[in-house]
């Protein structure tokens, strides 16, 4: 079956650096998201992997590797409004994207 | 608002009573997702359509209905025969293949 595997809640300090980590099992796979996600809102896009290796933008970062069918979201530099649920999703043989259950980012002064 | 646009934002409506949730977007792209989000669970497909008059259940498909009538309207109706309707529900659309989806606000829908 297609799975997507990420801890449930992670706890960080302003300031900080924190990864949160994604594991999936897909039928194909065409790529992997993460999408950002505050409480009561939608998810917003933050990245997108295809190829292996690590695409910096900004204070985030994301990487990929294929072989081992694993990703990192790495965010650097913590602030408060990074408090947010931050989602992993790949994206299958049909382009159709297969969801984690999310990551709650709880940030602490 | 990311091009795509649902109303409303929260949604109350009685045990037995359908329910149409609207999503529309200004962008001209072909295809348009409803998602299901429960807490502790990741986002599921309900329907998806690439084109106009055409669109394909997604995973928990039992219990709604969707229209593509228009490129820029993809509404979805919650019927009486979804068991648990009470849910966040998230429309989305995209580019096309490999490419992100852009979510609207969601609607928040509670069955009393």
């Known amino acids: 079956g297609q799975n997507i595997d990420q801890p449930t809640e992670m706890t960080a300090t302003e300031g900080a650096i924190v990864q949160i980590n994604c594991t999936y099992q897909?039928?194909?796979?065409?790529?992997l998201f993460w999408y950002q996600q505050h409480a009561g809102e939608a998810p917003t896009f933050l990245s997108y992997?295809?190829l292996d290796g690590l695409e910096e933008k900004g204070r985030f970062s994301s990487f990929l590797s294929r072989s081992k069918g694993y990703s990192y979201l790495l965010l650097k530099e913590l602030q408060m409004k990074d408090s947010a649920s931050y989602l992993c999703?790949?994206?299958?043989?049909?382009?159709?994207?297969?969801w984690g259950a999310g990551t709650k980012l709880i940030i602490k002064p | 608002d990311g091009g795509i646009t649902q109303s409303p934002k929260y949604l109350f409506r009685k045990e037995g009573q359908n329910v149409t949730l609207s999503c529309e977007q200004n962008?001209?792209?072909?295809?348009m997702y409803w998602y299901r989000q429960d807490p502790g669970q990741g986002l599921r497909l309900i329907y998806y359509s690439q084109i106009v008059n055409d669109f394909q259940k997604g995973d928990i498909a039992e219990g709604y209905s969707v229209s593509r009538e228009k490129k820029e309207s993809f509404p979805l109706t919650v019927t009486s025969a979804q068991k648990n309707p009470t849910a966040f529900y998230l429309c989305?659309?995209?580019?096309?293949?490999?490419?992100?989806?852009?979510f609207g606000q969601g609607t928040r829908l509670t069955v009393v």
């Open positions: 897909t039928s194909g796979f065409n790529g």
């Open positions: 992997n295809v």
């Open positions: 962008l001209n792209h072909d295809a």
């Open positions: 989305a659309r995209s580019i096309g293949d490999r490419s992100e989806a852009f």
């Open positions: 999703a790949a994206m299958d043989s049909n382009y159709q994207l297969i």
